[in-house]
């Protein structure tokens, strides 16, 4: 039995051998597969990873910016509110009237029709037939109602000279409120886009630190981190100037304590050419207004989409190159051992780039678009409902409504009862919580892809610095399966997460990015 079986292997052994090899290669291949496989896993678990904690870093430095908008915009108000006191013009108006009472006192009726009605008393009686309509009390716009008393007593050149004293104060307060409530509107706009462009570009800069953290690190962290924590690295050869961050972050200083001035100054012009011709006793209609305020926002932006691309808005928003040094002086942030803006490379950069993206004309196209959205609450909400009595268009039509509406034709009112909404306004424009013009604004879509095309564009501005002569590790671009890539040189066999694309500048990018927005819209 034993002797037959040596037999029957001997004479079958090159048929086991060769059975017993091609199990043998079946087995390493299938354990190269799963290994591959296992790795092709991990490599797609780290990489949406690292995309989710992108995205969440970019939503996050959304919430900052919205944050750092409220928080700066009190400075600028309350510069704005100092340079424009229409309140002070009002209580002027006040004083005259009080005075005129005290110096007439208690007249008779008939002095009435004797002597043709002032500014003050039409207006008087227009805000006192208003105060039932809308709650809007008469000494909000310093102007006390009338009284049956009221007339010229001193003599007709007194008069005369008191009558242009009040038409002179009526044209003040008329320029005023309307430049301030626009003026904070642009401030608003422009403090706006230019905290995004900030924040954006210092999250770039932390994400691409994240980066080279991670490669320069070894396998020890496996995932970008969602914190910066590189300022509190000082071995990190990148991402560790906090110093530069910081000075960079108080540029704004400009806009919030000079640039402002610069649009008050533009913004009044335009309102003097436009609404000074409107007499305080005049009627305005809804309309009219909006066409007077339509043609303030040409003079001031443009009048065509040319005009309006080609507007230069760094004069308000950064300092010449001259007075860089200044702003850090004012600001706070220059010491005896800082170096200058001019020195430091870091800053530089930064600020480069900046004054880059604001004339880019994808900056105007979202400026203007920005300003649609708070001139759109101002005007046809605000002024609509409050000064109108227009009732409110529902965000959200009702559908059990009925189907036909009525439609409402607003009435004419004095200008006196749009100047008091305006004024109110202004303070709801700079101070009010929630601030819903800004709100508005951040509900314009380009917004937010302006920044991501900001926080994602121009990589390779960021990469160029990694190359440190005296760092060990070199940053290569290598082709990847969507484009150019960038990896380390010795470790150039791993996929990098940071994806430069075919088209890298800023322009290209917008494009795609509204390509991309205009898509989901018509979808």
């Known amino acids: 039995m034993i002797s037959a079986t040596r037999k029957w292997l001997r004479r079958n052994r090159t048929p086991f051998a060769i059975g017993f090899g091609v199990i043998g290669v079946g087995y390493v291949a299938t354990q190269y597969v799963l290994g591959k496989i296992s790795d092709a896993r991990e490599r797609m678990s780290s990489d949406r990873i690292a995309r989710e904690n992108l995205r969440r870093r970019f939503e996050q430095n959304q919430e900052d910016c919205t944050f750092t908008v409220l928080a700066l915009l009190p400075t600028a108000t309350d510069n704005i509110m100092g340079e424009l006191q229409t309140e002070r013009i009002t209580f002027e108006l006040q004083q005259q009237k009080a005075a005129k009472l005290a110096r007439n006192g208690d007249g008779h009726p008939s002095e009435l029709g004797s002597s043709p009605p002032s500014v003050t008393d039409d207006d008087g009686r227009s805000m006192v037939s208003m105060q039932s309509e809308s709650g809007i009390h008469a000494s909000q716009m310093g102007i006390p109602t009338s009284t049956p008393g009221d007339g010229p007593q001193d003599g007709g050149q007194q008069a005369q000279k008191s009558r242009k004293t009040k038409l002179q104060l009526w044209n003040e307060l008329k320029i005023s409120s309307i430049t301030r409530s626009f003026t904070l509107i642009y401030t608003l706009a422009l403090l706006t886009l230019l905290t995004r462009i900030q924040l954006n570009l210092l999250g770039r800069r932390s994400y691409l630190s994240s980066v080279v953290s991670l490669a320069t690190g070894g396998m020890e962290q496996s995932t970008i ?34 640039g402002w001035r610069e649009v008050m100054l533009k913004v009044e012009a335009a309102v003097k050419d436009v609404f000074g011709a409107l007499n305080p006793r005049d009627d305005i209609s809804m309309q009219r207004f909006s066409e007077l305020t339509l043609e303030v ?31 850090l002086k004012e600001s706070g942030m220059t010491t005896e051992s800082t170096p200058s803006a001019s020195s430091a490379s870091p800053l530089r950069r930064l600020l480069d780039e900046t004054s880059d993206l604001i004339d880019s004309p994808p900056f105007s196209h979202v400026l203007t678009l920005l300003l649609d959205a708070g001139y759109s609450t101002l005007v046809d909400q605000k002024v609509a409902q409050q000064a109108f009595k227009m009732p409110p268009i529902p965000e959200i039509p009702d559908l059990d409504g009925p189907r036909i509406t009525e439609v409402f034709e607003a009435k004419p009112i004095k200008l006196p009862i749009l100047l008091a909404t305006l004024t109110r306004q202004a303070h709801s424009i700079g101070n009010g919580v929630p601030n819903e013009y800004l709100q508005s604004m951040e509900q314009v879509r380009d917004l937010e892809a302006f920044a991501a095309v900001v926080y994602s564009s121009n990589w390779e501005n960021e990469i160029n610095p990694m190359n440190d002569p005296e760092s060990s590790t070199v940053f290569v671009e290598k082709d990847g399966p969507t484009g150019p890539v960038v990896v380390p040189a010795e470790a150039a066999v791993q996929e990098s997460v940071v994806d430069l694309g075919s088209a890298s500048n800023f322009e290209s990018a917008w494009g795609n990015a509204v390509d991309t927005v205009e898509k989901g819209s018509s979808a």
């Open 225 to 258: 981190s969602l914190e910066n924590n590189d300022d509190d690295n000082p071995d990190q050869a990148y991402g560790n100037d906090f110093e530069t961050n910081r000075r960079y972050l108080t540029f704004s200083w400009w806009l919030l304590h000079r």
């Open 297 to 327: 926002r040409k003079k001031v932006e443009g009048a065509t989409e040319a005009e309006r691309k080609e507007g230069k808005w760094l004069q308000f928003l950064l300092p010449p190159r001259e007075k860089e040094d200044f702003v």
